[in-house]
């Protein structure tokens, strides 16, 4: 039995995660403007070989080694609070932020004339969660951040704080950060018992935000507190903003308790801060903190599946080199029909759910812009909720194939397998649980008539596709959904809260199945046997001992 050899040539994409993504660059085409569309690709293939070389080799020295640190006093015995991160991790900052990927959305691209979009901004996000899904979740919460500034922010705090957020290497850069989470609350924000105090023409923050991402390295944190003599519940919170320091460099009357040892996305320092009056600026009425906070988290969760899609690459990726480069029994694993079955399978759950996310993205842009009807405001936090929870399930279904596909090596550190699945487990915990969601999903139904809008949009859909078999089969899918939806919307508070959540897995692939069909017809090729594989494999057309597409088109996707 041969072994593994170590002198394997790379693949494409092992040297540039970009140039060999035919998917996101049928997207970029279609949905950019051609001089945009010119630019992303080149700063999206220098960003690419980036990620698929330094920046991943960075970030597997964070991950080990490199992790954040807490310094609570300096050599005086002076308290600082600072956090130490390695050189290369802030060489990825640097790298990273100066391509736009927060600040582009907000302000004009210089060689363009004209500001990006989102698009272009999770395009870079799906490529640096393919190696560092660690290092994005300062991203998303800095593309939060400078949302809340933008949308909501008076002139005063805009100026104060909105460049710096938006920072492209012109001038210092502040990370963003929401601070949400308290010990008695959890995801009942309502229960958030932090104080604000007025003083002057600002505010005095105390008490303690209990999961605070980025702590330490955020320039600026959005922070929901509470008002002297405001009501109890989340009506009663307002948002501010919160500089970490003050003009001379010191904390904002603050404190760092500790940082949290996770399990993964260890690039992240997560901690405990404490406010012991620290100079903030209301942001917006007083009295919608909450609701501003909850726009925020579903730009967030939109990260959230982007960065879900980019592990699910990596670890898709991997295996399938793994496979092709491992001889066992005489032949390459690449030829074993049940091995090729479940790379068919994943590469077709991958591609589908990749194009899924940035048709959800595409909608985003516009209701963003203000271009969205309010049908389509719904629809668009209806997606989000969806896909959100689908995602983070799928890249930890992805590293676990991932890790058998690789034996005994996928559990050993020296390969990248066990850090994919440390990372992808937080995916399904940040920014909503499943059980969160499926509350959004109620929430939607109830009061907005949410699976309506879902039905119509669906049908819509596929009424203008060619008629196929497949097509045929996601009709008669569409019918039972839309049936249950029916049900489930005139359903008892109980059985809402019981059947949410397989409801959504239902709708979700119904969503992609279409998004499958589309493709299909609209490139061809490989398209129409991707969008073959998973509508067989989703809804399990074929019967038993028969033919299966994931075997029979495997050549074609692989």
Same mark, same amino acid.
């Given at each position: 039995?041969?072994?593994?050899?170590?002198?394997?040539?790379?693949?494409?994409?092992?040297?540039?995660?970009?140039?060999?993504?035919?998917?996101?660059?049928?997207?970029?085409?279609?949905?950019?403007?051609?001089?945009?569309?010119?630019?992303?690709?080149?700063?999206?293939?220098?960003?690419?070989?980036?990620?698929?070389?330094?920046?991943?080799?960075?970030?597997?020295?964070?991950?080990?080694?490199?992790?954040?640190?807490?310094?609570?006093?300096?050599?005086?015995?002076?308290?600082?609070?600072?956090?130490?991160?390695?050189?290369?991790?802030?060489?990825?900052?640097?790298?990273?932020?100066?391509?736009?990927?927060?600040?582009?959305?907000?302000?004009?691209?210089?060689?363009?004339?004209?500001?990006?979009?989102?698009?272009?901004?999770?395009?870079?996000?799906?490529?640096?969660?393919?190696?560092?899904?660690?290092?994005?979740?300062?991203?998303?919460?800095?593309?939060?951040?400078?949302?809340?500034?933008?949308?909501?922010?008076?002139?005063?705090?805009?100026?104060?704080?909105?460049?710096?957020?938006?920072?492209?290497?012109?001038?210092?850069?502040?990370?963003?950060?929401?601070?949400?989470?308290?010990?008695?609350?959890?995801?009942?924000? #309502?229960?958030?018992? $932090?104080? /604000?105090? *007025?003083? &002057?023409?600002?505010?005095?923050?105390? +008490?303690?935000?209990? =999961? !605070?991402?980025?702590?330490?390295?955020? #320039?600026?944190?959005? $922070?929901? /507190?509470? *008002?002297? &003599?405001?009501?109890?519940?989340?009506? +009663?919170?307002?948002? =501010? !903003?919160?500089?970490?320091?003050?003009?001379?460099?010191?904390?904002?009357?603050?404190?760092?308790?500790?940082?949290?040892?996770?399990?993964?996305?260890?690039?992240?320092?997560?901690?405990?801060?404490?406010?012991?009056?620290?100079?903030?600026?209301?942001?917006?009425?007083?009295?919608?903190?909450?609701?501003?906070?909850?726009?925020?988290?579903?730009?967030?969760?939109?990260?959230?599946?982007?960065?879900?899609?980019?592990?699910?690459?990596?670890?898709?990726?991997?295996?399938?080199?793994?496979?092709?480069?491992?001889?066992?029994?005489?032949?390459?694993?690449?030829?074993?029909?049940?091995?090729?079955?479940?790379?068919?399978?994943?590469?077709?759950?991958?591609?589908?759910?990749?194009?899924?996310?940035?048709?959800?993205?595409?909608?985003?842009?516009?209701?963003?812009?203000?271009?969205?009807?309010?049908?389509?405001?719904?629809?668009?936090?209806?997606?989000?909720?969806?896909?959100?929870?689908?995602?983070?399930?799928?890249?930890?279904?992805?590293?676990?194939?991932?890790?058998?596909?690789?034996?005994?090596?996928?559990?050993?550190?020296?390969?990248?397998?066990?850090?994919?699945?440390?990372?992808?487990?937080?995916?399904?915990?940040?920014?909503?649980?499943?059980?969160?969601?499926?509350?959004?999903?109620?929430?939607?139904?109830?009061?907005?008539?949410?699976?309506?809008?879902?039905?119509?949009?669906?049908?819509?859909?596929?009424?203008?596709?060619?008629?196929?078999?497949?097509?045929?089969?996601?009709?008669?899918?569409?019918?039972?959904?839309?049936?249950?939806?029916?049900?489930?919307?005139?359903?008892?508070?109980?059985?809402?809260?019981?059947?949410?959540?397989?409801?959504?897995?239902?709708?979700?692939?119904?969503?992609?199945?279409?998004?499958?069909?589309?493709?299909?017809?609209?490139?061809?090729?490989?398209?129409?046997?991707?969008?073959?594989?998973?509508?067989?494999?989703?809804?399990?057309?074929?019967?038993?001992?028969?033919?299966?597409?994931?075997?029979?088109?495997?050549?074609?996707?692989?």
């Amino acid at each position: 039995m041969k072994v593994l050899k170590n002198s394997l040539k790379k693949s494409e994409y092992s040297t540039n995660f970009f140039t060999n993504d035919d998917t996101l660059l049928k997207i970029l085409k279609e949905k950019l403007p051609q001089e945009f569309y010119e630019y992303a690709v080149e700063r999206l293939t220098t960003y690419g070989e980036k990620c698929a070389g330094e920046i991943d080799e960075r970030a597997k020295y964070t991950d080990r080694e490199g992790q954040p640190v807490l310094k609570q006093y300096d050599k005086y015995g002076e308290e600082i609070y600072e956090v130490w991160v390695n050189s290369g991790y802030e060489q990825t900052v640097k790298e990273s932020y100066g391509t736009g990927m927060v600040g582009y959305v907000h302000k004009e691209i210089p060689e363009l004339k004209e500001k990006g979009n989102y698009l272009y901004s999770y395009s870079l996000g799906y490529l640096v969660s393919q190696t560092e899904p660690g290092f994005y979740c300062p991203v998303t919460l800095s593309m939060a951040t400078a949302y809340l500034l933008e949308h909501y922010g008076d002139n005063d705090v805009k100026e104060r704080f909105l460049p710096h957020v938006c920072a492209t290497g012109d001038i210092e850069l502040y990370e963003g950060a929401t601070f949400l989470t308290e010990r008695q609350g959890g995801s009942d924000v #309502g229960a958030n018992a $932090v104080k /604000a105090v *007025k003083n &002057g023409n600002h505010y005095r923050l105390y +008490g303690e935000k209990y =999961f !605070a991402s980025n702590a330490g390295k955020c #320039g600026v944190a959005m $922070v929901l /507190a509470r *008002k002297e &003599g405001a009501p109890e519940g989340t009506r +009663g919170l307002t948002l =501010f !903003a919160v500089p970490w320091n003050k003009e001379d460099g010191r904390p904002n009357h603050l404190r760092v308790r500790r940082l949290k040892d996770k399990l993964g996305v260890r690039a992240v320092p997560s901690g405990e801060v404490e406010f012991q009056g620290s100079v903030a600026y209301g942001v917006g009425d007083e009295s919608r903190g909450f609701y501003y906070m909850m726009e925020a988290l579903n730009l967030s969760r939109i990260c959230n599946a982007v960065a879900s899609i980019g592990i699910m690459k990596r670890a898709y990726e991997e295996a399938r080199q793994y496979a092709e480069a491992r001889h066992a029994f005489g032949e390459s694993l690449l030829q074993l029909p049940m091995i090729r079955k479940t790379l068919a399978q994943l590469k077709a759950k991958l591609e589908v759910e990749v194009a899924t996310v940035f048709d959800l993205i595409h909608l985003y842009d516009k209701v963003v812009a203000g271009e969205a009807s309010e049908t389509e405001v719904v629809l668009h936090r209806l997606y989000i909720a969806l896909l959100k929870k689908e995602t983070a399930e799928m890249a930890i279904h992805f590293a676990h194939e991932a890790i058998e596909m690789h034996g005994g090596n996928g559990y050993i550190e020296d390969f990248v397998t066990p850090r994919l699945l440390r990372d992808a487990q937080v995916l399904t915990v940040w920014e909503g649980t499943a059980n969160i969601l499926g509350q959004e999903l109620i929430r939607l139904v109830n009061k907005f008539s949410a699976q309506q809008i879902f039905i119509n949009e669906m049908v819509d859909r596929l009424s203008i596709l060619e008629k196929t078999d497949n097509v045929f089969a996601v009709e008669k899918e569409l019918e039972r959904i839309a049936e249950q939806l029916q049900q489930f919307s005139n359903a008892e508070s109980i059985t809402q809260q019981v059947e949410a959540k397989p409801l959504m897995q239902k709708m979700a692939y119904l969503y992609e199945s279409i998004v499958a069909l589309e493709w299909a017809q609209k490139y061809k090729g490989k398209y129409e046997s991707l969008a073959d594989i998973y509508i067989e494999t989703t809804w399990k057309t074929n019967q038993f001992a028969q033919s299966q597409k994931a075997v029979e088109l495997a050549g074609d996707v692989l």
